[in-house]
């Protein structure tokens, strides 16, 4: 068969392996069909042949995030971005500045700003935000997604006083006479969430296209959306009108918030039974996502003992043990794969008691998630290599997040915090993300933070694992490592074109090698000009 475009004269390397190196690829429908070490072993090239020059630049195999928000993301970039703040006083000017912009009565929304990156150390509150947006309901979205911080028009409008209850899984912060400050964690912040006003289709189709540009800017050729189904009513709709029209071009797994599934009769009732790897080789269904704690930056980690920075909490389990082991199970039972946001050490081991519980001895051929999995005490790896479950990590929460993570913990727990060298080495399967918008998603910030930022450098990566955690694992824990991950005869031409080797650079200049393309199924969705 004739080759529909074939790459040549570069290093394409099909694997993370940096011994494997090849010249020239070629693609037919998408998919690869022939390696060779020159152009002449390609035997597929025909006069309609397209023929790509690499000019001596590097491919690998597309990067896949296996944990980001990809929606959440997009809806970012088009709204008020407090990730740079420094001070509470830059954060009220960024909405004074919007509030200026915007009709009165009508939601100002705000995203990113970090408590532990702010000169004063705390939440922003009410009494902060009110001069400035009397007539404008405020809503300020911590840069964990676990908590929020609201005016005293928004409080009003979600009929939250001195009276309302905390609700199960959330606490409405009070001052101390008894008063909302107007910073909600967790749960308390659905009190609001449900009262703003929702986001239509063609804003929801809008945010992902620019989630889109921004991915295939970065060499991200495949995502998870690992909170799907909460954010716009339309929100599947939007997925699949957006990937049909060209808005979004990566590949897709949706993982479903296990709070949006409904539950009749005892069983998940979503969509006459459809469940994980339903889909297309564009937008398909993934795991379903439980949430088990919060945040570590937010001191929402569910600990076995307290906080450092917070003697007074060990963070929270946002719902029942005995609710987890029930989601689970359902989950399970309905053929999804199950995947637990789980970070602080307390939280890992419900996960695991759950995980035993439900799928035995044999839980690894059903590939159960732990999201993060950020607090890992020595005693716990036994029962995680029994398990054997995927856990799904970020690697640049530890460059971007690290003095926060010390400032919660202290000295003598840090060791325990995301230890990749420790899990790796124990035969666990490790799969890399971004978490996205949490901190800044480029994989190759990412995978140098894990070969070069580690607050404790044994826990640092080679550049071959860490590539093979971003890529080929990263497949495997969606369930696509036959289709995508590697460059191998047979899955799809999915790749980045790097303008230099990262196997030949310095590992602490691997985040400024520059894209130079981005394809996704043998078409080029990005270009540097």
Request: glycine share 8%; aromatic share 8%; net charge negative.
């Amino acid at each position: 068969m004739e080759a529909d475009v074939v790459f040549h004269g570069g290093r394409i390397y099909p694997t993370a392996d940096p011994q494997r190196v090849y010249r020239a690829l070629a693609v037919i429908g998408g998919r690869v069909r022939a390696l060779g070490h020159t152009l002449s072993d390609i035997q597929n090239i025909g006069p309609r042949t397209q023929i790509v020059d690499l000019k001596g630049h590097t491919v690998l195999p597309g990067f896949h995030d296996a944990h980001c928000h990809v929606l959440l993301f997009g809806l970012g970039l088009l709204q008020v971005d407090l990730r740079s703040a420094t001070s509470i006083a830059q954060i009220v000017q960024a909405i004074a500045d919007q509030v200026k912009k915007t009709p009165k009565g009508q939601w100002i929304r705000a995203w990113g700003y970090n408590d532990t990156k702010l000169v004063e150390r705390r939440h922003p509150t009410r009494a902060d935000l009110d001069p400035v947006s009397k007539d404008h309901p405020v809503f300020l979205a911590h840069i964990s997604g676990h908590m929020c911080v609201v005016n005293s028009k928004a409080l009003q409008l979600a009929g939250i006083t001195a009276q309302t209850p905390n609700p199960p899984g959330g606490v409405i912060e009070r001052d101390a006479h008894g008063q909302p400050t107007g910073l909600l964690k967790e749960a308390a912040g659905e009190l609001v969430k449900r009262i703003l006003p929702p986001y239509t289709l063609t804003e929801t189709k809008e945010a992902l296209a620019a989630a889109n540009a921004r991915f295939v800017r970065e060499g991200i050729t495949a995502v998870a959306d690992a909170w799907a189904g909460w954010i716009a009513p339309q929100e599947f709709r939007a997925y699949q009108e957006a990937s049909s029209e060209g808005l979004l071009q990566v590949r897709v797994t949706l993982m479903p918030d296990i709070e949006s599934l409904p539950v009749k009769d005892g069983r998940l009732d979503f969509a006459w039974g459809w469940h994980t790897g339903f889909g297309s080789d564009r937008l398909r269904l993934g795991a379903v996502k439980i949430f088990l704690d919060g945040s570590l930056i937010g001191r929402t980690a569910y600990l076995s003992e307290p906080y450092a920075s917070d003697p007074t909490t060990c963070g929270l389990l946002v719902k029942s043990e005995e609710r987890i082991y029930e989601q689970v199970r359902l989950v399970h039972e309905a053929g999804w794969q199950v995947a637990m946001h789980a970070i602080g050490d307390r939280a890992i081991e419900v996960g695991l008691n759950a995980i035993e519980r439900v799928m035995g001895q044999e839980a690894w051929r059903f590939r159960p998630r732990l999201e993060h999995c950020g607090v890992v005490r020595p005693d716990l790896l036994p029962r995680l290599r029994a398990v054997n479950p995927i856990i799904v990590t970020q690697p640049h929460f530890v460059w971007e997040l690290g003095e926060s993570f010390r400032w919660a913990l202290g000295e003598r727990r840090l060791p325990w915090v995301y230890p990749f060298r420790t899990l790796w080495n124990s035969g666990l399967t490790i799969a890399f993300s971004s978490d996205r918008p949490v901190v800044e998603g480029a994989p190759l910030r990412g995978i140098e933070a894990a070969i070069c930022h580690h607050f404790t450098p044994a826990e640092t990566l080679s550049l071959s694992d860490a590539l093979r955690a971003y890529t080929q694992v990263a497949a495997y824990a969606n369930f696509w490592e036959r289709d995508v991950g590697t460059l191998e005869e047979g899955r799809w031409a999915d790749f980045v074109v790097l303008e230099e080797d990262p196997f030949a650079v310095p590992s602490h200049m691997l985040s400024q090698i520059p894209i130079c393309m981005t394809v996704i199924g043998g078409e080029v969705t990005y270009e540097r000009l």
